[in-house]
T-cell receptor, first 111, second 114 residues
């Protein structure tokens, strides 16, 4: 059974500083997704990582995938208040398009 | 207009009642999913469908049933609602032929079972 773990579960950030969210998963996969969820809202797709070594960047966010280590990271550069949200990673175990989600990392960026 | 819509957006019901949540999409995707989200937790898959005549159980299908009436419509039913089914429910779609097969989510239905 695929298990996906994120850490930390909660991250209090200071504006302007850099932080990393980690996503570990338990079985082989080369498809990993990052989503953002604002309170009371739906999930917004951030990144799709489809191979070992994949790196995607959008604004202050950068995601990477190491399939050998079964690890993905979401790096936040120079945090700003607008990045406050909950971030989820999700893994597609056998490219069957059936996702298993991590528990989420709640991010709060303080001035 | 939103590509993935869910109705109702909020519902309060009583234990033992039958409830149907509906999902429609205009994205033309073949695959549709129902997830449940509990406070502080990630999403868990309830049922999924890869085509009109295809229905598959997910991680937590007990107490739920689904119907794929058309490519664009996927309904989730709670035959006899119980309080621990109180949660936020999301519908999602994906396109098998799309790059990455990423899933796109509806706005969610907040269900409360008293």
């Amino acid at each position: 059974e695929l298990k996906v773990e994120q850490n930390p579960l909660f991250l209090s950030m200071q504006e302007g500083k850099n932080y990393t969210i980690y996503c570990n998963y338990s079985t082989t996969s080369d498809r990993l997704y990052w989503y953002r969820q604002d309170p009371g809202k739906s999930l917004e797709s951030l990144f799709v990582l489809l191979s070992n070594g994949a790196v995607k960047q959008e604004g202050r966010l950068m995601a990477s995938l190491d399939t050998k280590a079964r690890l993905s990271t979401l790096h936040i550069t120079a945090a700003v208040h607008d990045l406050s949200a909950t971030y989820f990673c999700a893994v597609d175990e056998a490219a069957g398009n059936k996702l298993t989600f991590g528990g989420g990392t709640r991010v709060l960026v303080k001035p | 207009d939103a590509d993935v819509t869910q109705t109702p957006r909020n519902r309060i019901t009583k234990t033992g009642k039958r409830i149907m949540l509906e999902c429609s999409q205009t994205k033309g995707h073949d695959r549709m999913y129902w997830y449940r989200q509990d406070p502080g937790l990630g999403l868990r898959l309830i049922y999924y469908s890869f085509d009109v005549k295809d229905i598959n159980k997910g991680e937590i299908s007990d107490g739920y049933s689904v119907s794929r009436q058309a490519q664009a419509k996927f309904s989730l039913s709670l035959e006899s609602a119980i309080p621990n089914q109180t949660a936020l429910y999301f519908c999602a779609t994906s396109d098998f032929s799309g790059v990455g097969n990423e899933q796109f989510f509806g706005p969610g239905t907040r269900l409360t079972v008293l």
